[in-house]
């Protein structure tokens, strides 16, 4: 496809203004793969423009303005014309660029945009151009990264799903943008995925690569037709907040609701949408109550990994809904992700791709030991070699790292901690606007002794998702270890309201923040009880790395003179790894003030230690 004149592209003379869907492409790693092979990488990408994108851009009724070796600037009159155009794209790079291994395979960023632009010869200026830019920039690869005003018009039109960024502060653009991250049909990455399929027929659709789930609509079994809008309700809610989770591949509505009001075989809808996963439920009215039944179905396996049964007054009926919601997702995650686990420690280990490779490093991980940490590691590592733009297992790799040499002395502290760096890093360069990447940075840069920008990070992935665990936690860290104790506490308390179902690693970290936080702020009582809730909950018999509560156990009773049982409690931590203990109190670690250290130091004193 020739470029010609952006003005008579757009049907503009020369100084002219017009509002126009735009969409900015850009070419993930392109100096990177001009680097390792700089004909083939060219012959690929002019094969990908000829046999897919110029096609699906005449198809859709775009224009080609610019073009810049690795970017694509293309218009359209269509906002329908631009997004269906980008979803075909993103959906076929990866059958069009053929078999490539995982750091040689051609793939794109797209941001889209609609807004005023100016022509001015080949070039196009203005907001609607800059923003498609910064947008594309905001985008994790393989994704398309659309603004407020695009989601609002193909919203509910196309059978889509959008996942919220929040306002970004884009660079060069005056105001902040709100952006989401479109999702679809074939699209790479979570997100509602549509399924096509001949209806009645026995063919399959191809199992994806992650866990995938299909929600059937829930029965209405009230006897009242005009009940009906509220089991659809609650079934699109379940998909809607299913469909955020970066771990699922999620059915689209309009394909898992082709067999509403049908009898079903559970298997053969599963074969049919391609699906591990199927969510069925009921919901009955009458009364003045409402009772909501669903279950969780392995259609491979043949089995039921989950039912509940919800009761409840039904004078709010919208907050029931969102409740019932609430209580439904989070009941799914787990019980998929302990069948994804069971799936994958039974096949061999060389046979394992990115996602399972990944499982099993979270298996071993997991188990909180110094070998399976290292395992854990390895695994990791295979699952990025097979992806390389699988952000989980990055993060996962990050926090092994850091554990490596924070709990397990496996590495020194410095070299881990910038193992650790290196690969967050690459995760951001991925999707920087994912907030576990933000946490992750912020945890890296608080070990590090790097608080200022350990806060940025926090308050980064909590603009993006306000209610985010992981990213209160972090916050509650840098508090403590900033000389506001009751501040951070009071964070972390609310971590742990709003994850009741953390993982130990999680749990223990902040039940320990919670007996540093008091011993900091000099109510040594509340500490020790404190450190004995979390040694009670985490005994060394089964987490022999969990020596932290033991430590400020010991500082605490030594403060308040009762020598006998600091004494007990020193000795469990001096002996159970001394080279642990050595680890935090040889030497002050990055993210002790001086002070707090001191104060520390004179606890363990009181408590019989002798430097």
């Known amino acids: ?58 198809e859709h009724g775009g224009r080609v303005v610019q073009t810049g070796g690795d970017s694509l600037l293309v218009v359209f009159d269509s906002i329908d014309g631009a997004v269906r155009c980008a979803m075909k794209i993103q959906a076929h790079v990866p059958e069009f660029d053929g078999d490539q291994p995982a750091d040689r395979a051609i793939r794109f960023r797209i941001g889209i945009n609609i807004g005023d632009v100016i022509a001015d010869g080949t070039d196009l200026h203005g907001d609607g151009v800059n923003v498609a830019a910064r947008l594309q920039a905001a985008c994790p690869a393989g994704g398309i990264c659309v603004s407020r005003a695009v989601r609002d018009h193909v919203h509910g039109r196309l059978d889509l799903a959008f996942e919220p960024l929040g306002a970004l502060a884009l660079k060069n653009i005056a105001r902040p943008v709100e952006a989401f991250v479109l999702r679809g049909r074939d699209a790479t990455g979570p997100g509602s995925v549509e399924r096509s399929f001949p209806q009645g027929t026995a063919e399959a659709a191809p199992l994806l690569n992650k866990p995938s789930i299909a929600v059937l609509a829930f029965t209405n079994m009230s006897g009242d037709p ?56 009921s919901v009955r009215r009458g009364g003045g109550r409402v009772r909501i039944s669903a279950q969780l179905i392995d259609a491979e396996a043949g089995y039921h990994l989950w039912a509940d049964r919800y009761d409840c007054d039904d004078s709010k009926l919208f907050t029931v809904q969102d409740c019932i919601t609430t209580a439904v997702t989070t009941a799914i995650h787990p019980a998929i992700a302990d069948a994804e686990l069971r799936r994958v420690l039974r096949k061999p280990p060389e046979s394992l791709g990115a996602w399972e490779a990944y499982q099993r490093g979270l298996w071993h991980w997991a188990k909180y030991n110094a070998a399976d940490c290292e395992r854990s590691i390895e695994f990791f590592h295979r699952a990025i070699v097979q992806d390389n733009t699988f952000v989980t297992a990055y993060l996962r790799l990050t926090a092994a790292y850091c554990e490596s040499g924070q709990a397990y002395a496996t590495r020194p502290l410095d070299d881990a901690l910038r193992l650790a760096e290196v690969w967050v890093r690459q995760a951001a360069r991925i999707d920087p606007q994912d907030p576990y990447v933000q946490i992750a940075l912020g945890f890296v840069a608080h070990l590090s002794g790097r608080r200022d920008e350990a806060w940025e990070c926090a308050m980064q992935a909590l603009a993006i998702s306000p209610h985010l665990a992981g990213a209160i936690s972090l916050k509650g860290n840098i508090l403590i270890f900033s000389g506001r104790p009751a501040e951070g506490r009071e964070a972390l308390l609310t971590a742990m309201q709003l994850d009741p179902r953390s993982s130990p690693g999680a749990d223990s970290g902040r039940l320990n923040m919670l007996a540093i936080s008091y011993y900091f702020e000099g109510d040594y009582a509340a500490a020790a009880e404190a450190a004995r809730r979390t040694i009670a909950r985490y005994p060394i018999a089964r987490f022999p790395n969990n020596l932290m509560p033991y430590r400020w156990l010991a500082a605490s009773l030594g403060q308040l003179g009762r020598t006998d049982e600091a004494r007990e409690a020193l000795h469990a931590a001096m002996t159970t790894d001394p080279k642990a203990f050595d680890r935090f109190v040889a030497n002050r670690v990055p993210w002790h003030r001086p002070e707090d250290y001191e104060h520390m130091l004179d606890g363990l004193r009181k408590a019989g230690w002798q430097s």
């Open 1 to 58: 496809m020739s470029v010609i004149g952006s003005s008579d592209l757009i049907g503009l003379a020369p100084g002219g203004r017009k509002l126009i869907a735009v969409v900015y492409a850009d070419m993930v790693g392109y100096s990177r793969l001009i680097g390792l092979d700089d004909i083939g990488t060219l012959e690929r990408l002019r094969s990908l423009r000829s046999d897919l994108i110029d096609p699906a851009v005449s």
């Open 226 to 281: 005009d009940q009906e809008y509220f089991s659809d309700g609650v079934a699109d809610d379940i998909i809607t907040e299913l469909s955020r989770s970066r771990s699922l591949f999620v059915i689209a509505r309009n394909s898992s609701f082709t067999y509403k009001n049908r009898a079903v075989d559970v298997r053969q809808v599963a074969r049919e949408l391609g699906v591990r996963y199927v969510v069925e439920g």
